[in-house]
């Protein structure tokens, strides 16, 4: 059974830095497309980044592009997300998410999702 499990959120000011990070035990991982979405109170999912298999291709919302990195470890089965500069309009809870065809922004394409993690960012 696939179990994706993110940690790392947490409350931080405005201007501040959070790392998420996301493993993935029970998962093949190295074949499939990593992602994170969020979704804040009243609104629809949102991508926020994607990582091919091979860590050969990412690609950022234009939101949080230049603040956000997204990374993965195929050994250690873990995708992470370095968040900085970050903003009172990042808050959301945080999911991560795993595509087994193309590294996509959109939510569908992925198989496989996390519980989230909450992340506040106060202004």
């Known amino acids: 059974q696939v179990h994706l499990v993110e940690s790392g959120g947490g409350l931080v000011q405005a201007g501040g830095s959070l790392r998420l990070s996301c493993a993935a035990p029970?998962?093949?991982?190295?074949?499939?497309?990593m992602g994170w979405f969020r979704q804040a109170p009243g609104k629809e999912r949102e991508f926020v980044a994607t990582?091919?298999?091979?860590?050969?291709?990412?690609y950022y919302a234009d939101s949080v592009k230049g603040r956000f990195i997204i990374s993965r470890d195929n050994a250690k089965k873990t995708v992470s997300l370095q968040m900085n500069s970050l903003k009172p309009e990042d808050t959301a809870v945080y999911y991560c998410?795993?595509?087994?065809?193309?590294?996509?922004?959109?939510?569908?394409?992925?198989?496989?999702w996390g519980q989230g993690t909450q992340v506040t960012v106060s202004s």
């Open positions: 998410a795993a595509d087994s065809g193309y590294a996509s922004s959109s939510w569908g394409a992925y198989e496989y």
């Open positions: 990582i091919s298999k091979t860590a050969s291709l990412t």
């Open positions: 029970g998962l093949t991982f190295s074949r499939y497309n």
